[in-house]
Nanobody, 125 residues
Framework: QVQLVESGGGSVQAGGSLRLSCVAFGYTFEYYYMAWFRQAPGKEREGVALIGNDGTLRYVDSVKGRFTVSRDNDKNTLYLQMNSLKPEDTAMYYC???????????????????WGQGTQVTVSS
């Protein structure tokens, strides 16, 4: 059974940093593209960052240069290092696994069939 468990969210002031983690259970982690999404109150969920099993990286423009996605296949863990946080980064953050192994190129939520429960990030000005 696939399970994704996020942690690391919290409240920080603008300019601060947080590192989110997502531990995966129930499948061969290294075979799959993984992504981070976020959803702010009253807004649609958006893709933030993607990392492929082949090292492919993708970021939404609003986080480029501030966020870094990485993975540790030995620990079955996905990370999102978030620096220079802004109030507009406030959202619930979700990790997600691509539905199929060895596939993926864009941060399209329709391609991701497995989701964690989310971790809240709040950035105050």
């Amino acid at each position: 059974q696939v399970q994704l468990v996020e942690s690391g969210g919290g409240s920080v002031q603008a300019g601060g940093s947080l590192r989110l983690s997502c531990v995966a259970f129930g499948y061969t982690f290294e075979y799959y593209y993984m992504a981070w999404f976020r959803q702010a109150p009253g807004k649609e969920r958006e893709g933030v960052a993607l990392i492929g099993n082949d090292g492919t990286l993708r970021y939404v423009d609003s986080v480029k240069g501030r966020f870094t996605v990485s993975r540790d296949n030995d620990k079955n863990t996905l990370y999102l290092q978030m620096n220079s946080l802004k109030p507009e980064d406030t959202a619930m953050y979700y990790c997600a696994r691509h539905t199929f192994p060895f596939r993926g190129n864009s941060i399209n939520q329709a391609d991701f069939g497995y989701w964690g429960q989310g971790t809240q990030v709040t950035v105050s000005s």
